[in-house]
Nanobody
Framework: QVQLVESGGGLVQAGGSLRLSCAAS????????MGWYRQTPGKERELVAS???????NYADSVKGRFTISRDNAKNTVYLQMNNLKPEDTAEYSC??????????????WGQGTQVTVSS
């Protein structure tokens, strides 16, 4: 069993910063990729940023230059540093980790979601 626990959401004014964390625990053999997604009511969930085992990163165009994703393999943790936040960044943010629980079995795991609200 694998659990992802998120922290770091909250309310911030436009131009401010927040740092999200997502820690995985349980039976983890190796983590393939980690990512952050966000969703607002009535819209589909969108990928915000991702990072693979080689530390290559990918960002949504709307957050490039403002958000930074990083990972700590020793802690099975992924971070999202969000700077210069805008009201349109308001959403529920969820982390995803694609990982192997043994030599052959992999799956996607999700955090519980954390709300980020940016006021203008």
């Amino acid at each position: 069993q694998v659990q992802l626990v998120e922290s770091g959401g909250g309310l911030v004014q436009a131009g401010g910063s927040l740092r999200l964390s997502c820690a995985a625990s349980g039976t983890i053999f190796t983590i393939i990729s980690m990512g952050w997604y966000r969703q607002t009511p009535g819209k589909e969930r969108e990928l915000v940023a991702s990072i693979n085992s080689g530390h290559s990163t990918n960002y949504a165009d709307s957050v490039k230059g403002r958000f930074t994703i990083s990972r700590d393999n020793a802690k099975n943790t992924v971070y999202l540093q969000m700077n210069n936040l805008k009201p349109e960044d308001t959403a529920e943010y969820s982390c995803n980790e694609r990982l192997y629980t043994d030599h052959r079995t992999w799956d996607d795991y999700w955090g519980q979601g954390t709300q980020v609200t940016v006021s203008s």
